[in-house]
Nanobody, 128 residues
């Protein structure tokens, strides 16, 4: 069993930055691929990015490429999402998720159904 707890969301203005964190507990963190998803009201959950267990492989959704950066610190059992140049359309609940995809499959791990463990989410609201 893996427990995930997100933090770092908030209300910001367009152009601002945030760093979201996801703390994990419960099993060997470095064996898990970690992803970030987001869900806006009335919309489906959207893939944001994913990182392999070692951190050597990352993959981003088209809407966030160049603005968001995923990283992880396996010594702290934490994955981060640095979000820059925020736009109002980035407003959503951001979720972290954990799965067992090997590094060579991480770039294909973009569906919520491919993840087993989920956090409770953290709200990011961007005002124009």
């Amino acid at each position: 069993q893996v427990q995930l707890v997100e933090s770092g969301g908030g209300l910001v203005q367009a152009g601002d930055s945030l760093r979201l964190s996801c703390a994990a507990s419960g099993r060997t963190f470095s064996s898990l691929a970690m992803g970030w998803f987001r869900q806006a009201p009335g919309k489906e959950r959207e893939f944001v990015c994913v990182i392999s267990g070692s951190g050597s492989v990352t993959y981003y959704g088209d809407s966030v490429k160049g603005r968001f950066t995923i990283s992880r610190d396996n010594a702290k059992n934490t994955v981060y999402l640095q979000v820059n140049s925020l736009k109002p359309e980035d407003t959503a609940v951001y979720y972290c998720a954990a799965g067992f995809a090997p590094p060579n499959m991480v770039v294909r791990t973009t569906s919520p159904t491919q993840y087993i463990y989920w956090g409770q989410g953290t709200q990011v609201t961007v005002s124009s």
